[in-house]
């Protein structure tokens, strides 16, 4: 059963707009959430992360808004550029299962010029 | 600079063969772990260890075993390969404690095809 989803396959979005990624999760056990990104033919690598004692977190063009009533968060991308283009996916963790992620199914964004 | 190396990039091999999969983390993390990544599916946790000779079944372990001998590296054997395990396989190290410090660290991937 998929405890992280992410519902949009995928998103296109004109470059300097902002890019929003959509992530819902159904364990309210889950207390860290974290944002990755990966390129084709690479691994993914840590974007952005956020606690579940915060609603939002803040690095650069890239924010994390986190919606515990609603079991969702979201990463806003302001302004996206054509570098961004890849596949982003949501992770959560549990501090009482702490060393296991689970992942979201990913959604591709691409960032026309 | 974190580094966690994957032996191969691409393999091919072919049914019923005996398949190790190796990866190698410098930044002596406890943790460690598989994933299979399949289009529509995401990240698959496989098998991951926390410790020398310690190992946890994920989500997805059967068809396969692994291996941790020594705390930087950790094997994933395909003790014989099948079609449906042609995928993009990814090895990731982390540190063991709090949610915080729970970072996943990923090598560039295993793409494999099993023919």
């Known amino acids: 059963d998929q405890q992280v989803k992410q519902n949009s396959p995928s998103l296109s979005v004109q470059e300097g707009r902002i890019s929003i990624l959509n992530c819902d999760y159904t364990?309210?056990?889950?207390?860290?959430f974290l944002w990755y990104k990966k390129y084709p033919a690479e691994g993914p690598t840590f974007l952005i992360s956020i606690s579940s004692i915060k609603d939002k977190n803040e690095d650069g063009r890239f924010t994390v808004f986190l919606n515990k009533s609603a079991k969702h968060l979201s990463l806003h991308i302001v302004p996206s550029q054509p570098g961004d283009s890849a596949v982003y996916f949501c992770?959560?963790?549990?501090?009482?299962?702490?060393?296991?992620?689970?992942f979201g199914t990913g959604t591709s964004l691409t960032v026309i010029p | 600079d974190v580094k966690v190396t994957q032996s191969s990039r691409y393999l091919v091999k072919r049914t019923g063969e005996k398949v190790f999969l190796e990866c190698v983390q410098d930044?002596?993390?406890?943790?460690m772990f598989w994933y299979r990544q399949d289009p529509g599916l995401g990240l698959r946790l496989i098998y991951f260890s926390y410790d020398v000779k310690m190992k946890e079944k994920g989500d997805i372990p059967e068809g396969y075993s692994v291996s941790r001998e020594k705390k930087e590296r950790f094997s994933l054997i395909l003790e014989s390969a099948s079609t449906n395990q042609t995928s993009m396989y990814l090895c990731a190290s982390s540190l063991p404690g709090t949610s915080s410090q729970n970072i996943q660290y990923f090598g560039a991937g295993t793409r494999l095809s099993v023919l």
């Open positions: 930044m002596d993390h406890e943790n």
């Open positions: 364990n309210s056990m889950f207390d860290y």
């Open positions: 992770a959560a963790i549990s501090s009482n299962t702490g060393n296991q992620f689970y």
